[in-house]
């Protein structure tokens, strides 16, 4: 059964600085893996979808890395701003099932 | 601008209430599904269906049923609400076809007193 870790499970940071949230899955056999964000009482917004076959994907400072034989994604925000404070979730997915979510990254970014 | 609207943000309902939450998508997406999240739980499948009429059971389908009449709209049902089932309801759709990835809605915040 797939498992979907991310860590560290809260992170906070100065504005400015540049951070990586980290996500691994322990079944390497995946079809693809969604970065989201959650702000609270909110739904999930996506942030990126990285397929199998991409290495990463990059939407303005966020980029999202996947190296799916060590079942791992990285999710690296530059110049971070308080306004990316918020819980980031990672979720991925096999083909012909449905996504399995990690816990999620809670993330403050301190003016 | 592409979405799923969940028709309440926040919903209080008494204990034994049949209760109706209702998504919409305008994607023409295939698949739908029904999640609740629970601090320190994260997200647990209820529900979802590929197609309209169909539907099957997710991680935890208990005291819930659900309706799919057409392809737009998938609605959960709380048969008669609980308070354990105060949670944060959270609807998505996905494309049937290659690889697309999930859209969700809003959320609906229910509270059963």
């Known amino acids: 059964k797939q498992e979907v870790t991310q860590i560290p499970a809260a992170l906070s940071v100065p504005e400015g600085e540049n951070l990586v949230l980290n996500c691994s899955f322990t079944d390497s056999a995946i079809y693809n893996l969604q970065w989201f964000r959650q702000d609270p009482g909110k739904g999930l917004t996506s942030l990126l979808l990285?397929?199998?076959?991409?290495r990463e994907q990059t939407s303005g400072r966020l980029n999202a890395s996947l190296d799916k034989s060590s079942g791992r994604s990285t999710l690296y925000i530059a110049a971070s701003q308080p306004g990316d404070s918020a819980t980031y979730l990672c979720?991925?997915?096999?083909?012909?099932?449905?996504?399995?979510f990690g816990p999620g990254t809670r993330l403050s970014v301190l003016p | 601008d592409v979405k799923v609207t969940q028709s309440s943000r926040y919903l209080v309902k008494r204990t034994g209430e049949k209760v109706f939450l209702e998504c919409v998508q305008d994607m023409d997406h295939e698949n739908m599904f029904w999640y609740r999240q629970d601090p320190g739980l994260g997200l647990r499948l209820i529900y979802f269906s590929y197609d309209v009429k169909m539907k099957e059971k997710g991680d935890i389908p208990e005291g819930y049923s659900v309706s799919r009449e057409k392809k737009e709209r998938f609605s959960l049902i709380l048969e008669s609400a609980s308070t354990n089932q105060t949670s944060m309801y959270l609807c998505a759709s996905r494309s049937g076809t290659g690889g697309g990835g999930y859209t969700f809605g809003s959320g609906t915040r229910l509270t059963v007193v």
């Open positions: 979720a991925v997915r096999k083909n012909g099932q449905n996504f399995v």
């Open positions: 990285i397929q199998s076959s991409q």
